[in-house]
């Protein structure tokens, strides 16, 4: 809404002695650093009055864990409201809103995958709270295979729409670069290499057919909204962690999509060029703002948690911009963390079932393993965080190494 505003009064803003200062309000890079700064202050500024309002609903959760001295841990967090994800997906979508280039189609795909994991996630937050759908006493939300489903009826549509804009919008001279917003992209790989003077794609470029991206894509996003899910589960975790990744995905955006008049920066960093999906680098920078704000009532003690309507939407989201910008391979490094603890829990049940009730970890996702086994939550976080950083710290080294 701001950008758009600003595009129709550009030539009167740059006109304008006391008004040229605005001219900044065109570099994405600007704007992203502003929809961090603003998702955090609307959560900052409304996450007391939210909380108060759970409070009154008497949404409040009361986790519950197939281990007693788990539970002994954890029931000092009885009753403390959750459905927390609704303040944050209401900031990055306000945030998006207000400093996002509303025109772009990659804007607002990520709107309707927010918006709709939004929505998933309240329905299974609800049921978990106010149904008991199974049985009495249960914490039932919406069955696995029902989750599945919306999940990936979410990626179908996402990935049939990134691919069929990729291969069809005129948005560069040049219709032979097109076909990068379906490569494959890999460390050490080349998408271009230098010739004559100029930048053409790699001929070992690869191109993946429709049908495998759209499988791509169900395998991302739906496998990041899960893990996510999976991470949210200790004071500070899910949101601190993703505070970090979004954030490597704010830079990674803005190499994908970034061009200025002859220079294009994913030219010479040979990774793909996304036209447009620069815009994405906002919607990031929202999820880092937001991710901070947030933090900022649910570090130990929480007094909110996300619940699944906010680790859903913010799993799916970052999954949905890595398949925008080619940089699935890099969710999987920098979102280390999200990935070992989905396998720590697929491992541990698959063993389970094997053996007839033996387990790899004294219990899953891993970050109770390490709780049960000695450290306090607060070192298992902040250590998940170091993590994090670290890894989204070699990621975007590797981005140089091709």
């Not at 959750?82 to 306000?94: E, K, P, R, Y």
């Amino acid at each position: 809404m701001i950008y758009l505003l600003y595009e129709s009064l550009r030539e009167f803003i740059h006109g304008s002695g006391w008004l040229g200062g605005l001219g900044v309000l065109r570099w994405v890079e600007f704007r992203a650093v502003m929809a961090i700064i603003v998702s955090f202050a609307i959560v900052v500024g409304f996450g007391k009055r939210t909380i108060r309002w759970l409070l009154k609903q008497k949404i409040g959760d009361n986790p519950e864990f197939y281990h007693t001295d788990l539970n002994q841990l954890m029931k000092q967090k009885a009753n403390t409201p959750t459905m927390g994800g609704l303040l944050i997906c209401a900031s990055i979508f306000v945030t998006t809103i207000l400093v996002a280039d509303l025109s772009s189609f990659y804007v607002a795909m990520a709107m309707v995958c927010l918006l709709w994991l939004l929505a998933m996630g309240v329905a299974d937050d609800w049921l978990k709270l106010t149904s008991a759908r199974r049985k009495p006493g249960s914490r039932e939300g919406l069955y696995t295979g029902e989750k599945l489903l919306l999940q990936i009826g979410l990626a179908i549509v996402l990935g049939l729409f990134i691919h069929y804009h990729g291969m069809t919008k005129q948005t560069l001279d040049v219709d032979s670069t097109l076909p990068m917003s379906a490569a494959l992209n890999l460390p050490f790989l080349k998408t271009w290499v230098y010739q004559a003077g100029g930048y053409v794609p790699a001929e070992n470029l690869i191109v993946l057919p429709r049908w495998v991206f759209v499988m791509l894509a169900i395998l991302v996003i739906v496998g990041a909204s899960n893990a996510v899910n999976l991470t949210d589960g200790m004071d500070g975790l899910a949101s601190g962690t993703m505070a970090i990744v979004a954030f490597a995905f704010v830079v990674l955006a803005v190499i994908a999509g970034y061009s200025h008049q002859t220079f294009v920066l994913a030219e010479y960093l040979l990774v793909p060029y996304i036209p447009q999906s620069d815009e994405l680098a906002i919607v990031a920078g929202a999820m880092v703002g937001a991710c901070l704000g947030f933090l900022w009532f649910n570090c130990a003690p929480a007094q909110v948690f996300m619940g699944d309507s906010g680790s859903l939407p913010l799993g799916g989201l970052i999954g949905y911009i890595a398949i925008v910008i080619r940089q699935e391979f890099l969710l999987l490094v920098i979102g280390g963390i999200f990935v070992i603890e989905a396998l720590s829990v697929i491992l541990q049940v698959g063993y389970f079932k094997m053996t007839g009730g033996k387990r790899v970890f004294r219990c899953a996702p891993i970050h109770h393993h390490f709780h049960l086994g000695g450290w306090t939550e607060q070192q298992v976080v902040v250590r998940f965080w170091i993590i994090t950083a670290m890894l989204a710290a070699l990621a975007l080294a590797t981005i140089k190494l091709r």
